[in-house]
Structures are given as structure tokens and as C-alpha cells.
């Protein structure tokens, strides 16, 4: 009996810009490595004279670490038969998705009480009082549906922090923070939002949320 | 089962004991049988307010490390004949002395001759408290009017609700009516705002509790005072009744009505 045909680590496809070679994604990288070598010394007779063919490198729906991507494109480029184009793969890079903003918010029922602190990987929507002596944070925004008299933090320097009674005891965007001492005696006990700008962290009334330009909120505020 | 229910408030010296003291006679003089137990050990007091520090011969920890049954460690208190008891920590080991489970065994195991047990927790929220707590399934939490007491009482709110003991209610200690009426004092709707829980009931602040403290006398048991209207007021709700809260205004004196009269002249 014949032994079944294993399917090939690389596959190749001639097109009329020149050749691109399918990395198969259920194979590891020293099978492809290997296989690439061999398929590359096969290839060189063919393509021996004239220019360089231009090569497209297509990873699949997967990445590799920039170091053993480039160690692929050498092992391409090798005796100067192949010029590597592009490096392409059917996902997002990871600087690129890490700016997608999350879909959904953790909604948190209050009240939040003096020494627990909330922690939410996306936004973080409070139903509820936060106390004097309670911490809420969030990706980009923490909502407070109630007073917030806690300790409030957005990690992204672009959020925002926004609370129907707004008397923090410490807000805190970014790698920026104020201090609730610090917060106008005319803004405290109202609604409001916090956002950074060049001053520092700024408390405005909650009238003026919306003059406000927040990623993530286009079409959901009028516009102005 | 008696009802177990642990007085708490995180904060020291906003009046647990003495609330224990006086809900736990008030209680008695309504005819229930109550158990007091002394959680804070090492830093006893209970005794003391109830007059009954000379009578101990065996202690909490005595019961709990299983060298007495619990009835040999009991102080009866006999002015109320045989409804009051106490079981009193002891003054020489520390918190660490009584494991949670063990106060969970012994408060499952004398519940069953008493209609209440009231357990004083201690100040703090370490292990002392998760001791006391362990046993409860109701918490009474005393605060007073001031904002170091009430966040701490916020916080020992969140460490019951995450034990279970969902809902305890409040007791708002040492009022002062005059500051309250001058805005100098949170008042008491704010309080019950802030912290979301159901107001039990609140006392005045009054002279009387402490020169029956020092004495061994529960207020109480003196009707005349407002204190003592407070508490009873109080065990009448833990009891279910439903009970008016007191109107704490001051009654001006002849003297200030006088001297209002003739300034308005």
C-alpha cells in the first residue's frame, strides 16, 4: 500500500508580478525553514539568469517574530535569485489590533466600598457610588453612574472619566494625575468628566463632554 | 437556632461593646435568652460594661481549645435572671488563639439554648474579625458621625457582603442633635446614603452611658435616659417591630425660652 502524500510546509505559485510562496501554517518553523532551503536550491536553475524574480512571502493567518521572518526572506534572497517584496500574512499586526478599541464595557453594580478596587481590561461602567477610600480603573474611560468620591484611572492618556457627582478623591489619566484638593470647589458635587490636557488632568462641567473629541465616541456624540 | 449576629464597625472606640452590653439586656428585658460573646481577645471589655469582670473563671478560648464545655465558661448576669450570659474573651492570648472555624463550631453549637447570640467583634478588620464573622449570619455595624468612622464602616460592609452576610444594618452611635441641627456633624440621612445600608436605629450622645459604663450598669437598664430609650427602641426592631425613630431635637430650656422672648422684643 501506498503511503498516503503528506501535504507540502511551502507552496508555490507563479503569478504575472513574479512568484509567492505559501508558508502552510500547521507546519513549524524548522520544517519550513528546511523545506524553503530545498524548494529555494530546486528554484535556482530555473531562474539563474536575469534580475532577480520579485517574491511575495505569504505567512498565513499567523506571525513570526521579525527576527525569524528575516531569517526567511535571507534564506530567499540567498545567491541572488529572489527579491523579497513583501512579507505578508492574513492578521493584524500587534501595534495595529492593539489600537482597536474594546467592544464591550465591564458594568460593575455599586456601590464600589472603601478598600475594593475594580479593574476592568476594557472601559469600565460603575452602577453605583464609588466611596472615599474605593479605586476604579479602566482602559480608556470609566463611567460612574453615581458619585464618585473614590480614586479614579484610565491607562490610555486619551481616556476620560466622567461621573454624575464628581468629588475624587484622586483622578488619575495616563502617566498624569489631580489630586481631589486640587479639583475647583465650583466643579465638585456635579456632574463631570476628567480629561488630560496640556495643563495636566483637567475636571470640566458634564455640559461640555460633548466639545470634547473622544476615539471610540464618533457617532454616538451630536456634533458641534 | 438563636439568631447569631456579630457587632462590628472596623473602627476602635465607636461603641461596639457598649452596644452589645445594652442590646443584649434590652433584649433580656424583652424575655429572650441571650448569649454576649467576648470576640476580642486579649482586649476584653464586655465584662466590664456589664459589671460582671469578677465572676469570670473560664474564658472563650478555654471553650474553643475544648478544656471547659461552653456552659461551665457562661457569666450569667443576674439581674436578668436566666436570660443573660456571658462568654467572655480572655485578657492574656492574642486574636490568633481562636481559629474562624472554631468560633463557627462553638457559636453552631450554643445557638441552639439561646434566642440570640450577639458576638463583640473587635476593631480592625484582621484576623480578629474574620474570627468574629465566622460565626454570624446577621451583622449589626456601628459607626458614629464622623468621616473616619464611616468609611471604615464602609469598608467592614464590603468584607460582610463578600462573607455572605449580605444586608447588615446600622446603628449610628453618639449623636450629637445640636451639631447635626448646626450642620457640623454628618447627619444621619447622609450616613444611611452613603454607606446603603438599612438604619437600625441611632442613639444620642449621652453623658449617662458613660458613668454607667465605668460603673458595670448597661444603660438600658436605667429607663430614664435617652440612651436607654435608644436601645430599647433598637431590640424592639431587631425583634421585628417596627418602631419610630426618635426625635432627637432638644427641648429648649425655661431659661433659653425666656431669653428667646425677650430678644424678640
Redesign the interface.
Known sequence: MAAPMSRPHVFVKGTEAGLTFFLSEESSFGELRDELQRKVREAQESFSSGPPVPVVLHLGRRRFSSEREEELARILEEGGYFRVREIRADVFPEEESAGFRMPCARVYFG?V????HVVAAGDLLVV??V???AKVEGREAVYVLGRLAGEARVRESTGFIVASSLRAALLVIGDRHLAGADIPEELRDLPGFAVQTDGGVEVFPYREFRQFHFRGLEGLLPEV | MGHPIVITSGKGGVGKSTTTANLGTALAMLGRRVLLVDADIGLRNLDLILGLENRIVYDLVDVAEGRVRPEQAYVRDKRMEDRLFLLPASQTKDKTAVSPEAMARLVAETGASFDFVLIDSPAGIEHGFHTAVAGAQEAIVVTTPEVSAIRDADRVIGLLEKKGIFRPRLVINRIRPHLAQKMEQVGVEEIVQILGVDLLGIVPDDEQVIRDTNQGVPTVLERRFPAAQAYRNIARRILGESVPLMRLEETPSVFTRVRRFFSRR
Open positions: 456601590p466600598r472603601s478598600g475594593e453605583g457610588d466611596h472615599g477610600g
